[in-house]
């Protein structure tokens, strides 16, 4: 697997998938897990080359010397040295949900530096959204025909609430797939073992964000943004999404139906369409 060298020396690692197109740079979630849960993107890396970002201390990638460093941003330059060690003038970026506090932040310290962005059901912690507790049972009142709805409903109003526990958590995490099935099963399952718990307490860590800050940076960001969000995501219901959109001057806000917080899984294909079109139609970073 390939490593490079963070500026405070961390040993970084990352994987590559596809090879015969264009290279994308993708930023995990999690916040911190491993990247191998964004798998191939569903079949993206038959159109990209996908350059999977181990975040630091997270799948291969070196646990830091200071773990003061998981804080967001501080990992910034972590995400330009991978630039500078890709040879690339300026890279195409997708970032998926926490991950897209990262990719923002990056945006705005480095703007000359992005080619295209994919911003994919992204966290909003780090430009100051609000999200209402309303929004999120409005977003989950789409599912009332599932059989698990009951159950699941109960559960997002008492954490909406506050009175959330850690068996209400689980029990909403259907409202997170467009699909309650095995795949989406697999997927929170293995959640736990694919973070690092205390790069997770870390990364949003007091004077990670400064919102107002990233917010006017991003006002002057002059590249293509795409802002995918899920339908049926009560983590980013569609008015954050286009806030979140307008942010920038040249965003464009899609959301597919029928999915969720992880839209690759629940249909592929009409995933890897949306997003291959963006990033041809756009027109290709440039090497160096």
């Not at 569903?42 to 773990?67: K, N």
Request: glycine share 12%.
């Amino acid at each position: 697997m390939p490593t490079f060298a963070a500026p405070d020396g961390t040993t970084l690692a990352y994987r590559l998938l596809g090879g015969d197109g264009p290279p994308l740079v993708c930023l995990p979630g999690g916040p911190m897990r491993d990247s191998v849960y964004l798998g191939g993107l569903g079949g993206l890396s038959a159109q990209r080359q996908l350059i999977m970002l181990d975040l630091r201390g997270t799948g291969r990638s070196e646990v830091p010397a200071d773990t003061g460093s998981y804080r967001c941003d501080r990992q910034v330059e972590d995400v330009e040295a991978l630039r500078t060690h890709l040879g690339l003038d300026r890279m195409d970026l997708l970032a998926h949900s926490a991950g897209a506090n990262l990719a923002a932040l990056y945006a705005g310290r480095h703007p000359e530096r992005v080619g295209k962005l994919v911003l994919l059901t992204p966290s909003v912690m780090g430009v100051g959204i609000t999200i209402t507790g309303e929004a999120r049972l409005e977003t989950a009142r789409l599912r009332r025909g599932e059989p698990w709805y009951a159950d699941a409903y109960a559960a997002l109003e008492a954490v909406v609430a506050g009175r959330g526990t850690a068996d209400s958590w689980q029990a909403i995490a259907p409202f997170l797939h467009g699909r309650w099935d095995d795949a989406a099963r697999a997927f929170d399952a293995a959640d736990e073992a694919q973070k690092n718990a205390g790069a997770t307490a870390g990364y949003a860590g007091e004077g990670a964000f400064d919102p107002d800050a990233t917010r006017t940076a991003l006002a002057g960001f002059d590249a293509p943004v795409l802002v995918l969000a899920g339908e049926f995501d009560v983590s980013l219901p569609q008015p954050a999404a286009a806030e979140y959109a307008g942010l920038f001057p040249h965003a464009r806000l899609v959301v597919q139906p029928g999915a969720g917080h992880a839209p690759w899984l629940d249909d592929p294909e009409r995933f890897t369409g949306v997003i291959a079109a963006f990033l041809a139609t756009a027109g290709a970073a440039n090497p160096a």
